[in-house]
């Protein structure tokens, strides 16, 4: 039956290998350089700019909300939870990497390092300081409550969503490449490399 695929005519022996393609179709990954760019990879990607769209939505626009605390409370509790959905999506995708299953994952903590690091500096950062303006604005919604630490915070914060919305954007983009799900030269130097 498998035969019949891999036979290759005379003439075509010396100028390309065979095509292997219709062997791997009833066993064919959920998620792999086959699917990457259908409907699972676009689904993952839009979640995740969708994700980050509204945390950047509620850094933008959640100062006018100051007025009503218990929906300004909900906001932040979203918004902690979507940079924390985003952090566990982007470690599923690494996770399903063929670099990982190859068992690479040096590598792949050496390559996603800083995104690793700022989105859980990011998230401590956000949660402290929700729960420090909460804290301070649940009875006193007019009051001016901004001291000096609380303004560092915010810029710390802040500078810290815009580092984050960059290396999450890039990164999810890189994951795209579907050189990170199939065996490739690289990879196996790589390989060669670790295991000396």
Do not use: C
Not at 120 to 136: P, V
């Amino acid at each position: 039956m498998f035969r019949s695929h891999l036979r290759v005519e005379p003439s075509e022996r010396l100028t390309e290998p065979p095509k292997l393609s219709g062997l791997l179709a009833p066993g064919r990954p959920a998620f792999g350089p086959e699917t990457l760019h259908t409907s699972n990879y676009s689904l993952v990607l839009l979640i995740q700019l969708s994700l980050l769209s509204f945390d950047l939505f509620v850094n933008s626009f959640s100062e006018l909300l100051r007025a009503e605390p218990a929906v300004q409370l909900v906001l932040f509790i979203i918004q902690d939870i979507s940079i924390l959905f985003n952090l566990i999506i982007i470690l599923l995708m690494l996770f399903n990497t063929y670099v990982f299953r190859v068992g690479l994952v040096a590598i792949l903590l050496e390559r996603f390092r800083a995104l690793l690091i700022l989105s859980a500096l990011y998230l401590t950062f956000s949660i402290i300081l929700h729960s420090w303006l909460m804290n301070l604005r649940w009875l006193n919604i007019n009051r001016f409550i901004w001291t000096d630490g609380l303004q560092v915070l915010f810029v710390f914060q802040r500078v810290a969503s815009v580092l984050y919305y960059y290396l999450y954007k890039r990164t999810s983009e890189y994951l795209g490449d579907p050189r990170l799900y199939e065996d490739s030269p690289w990879l196996r130097e790589l390989f060669a490399r670790v295991r000396q």
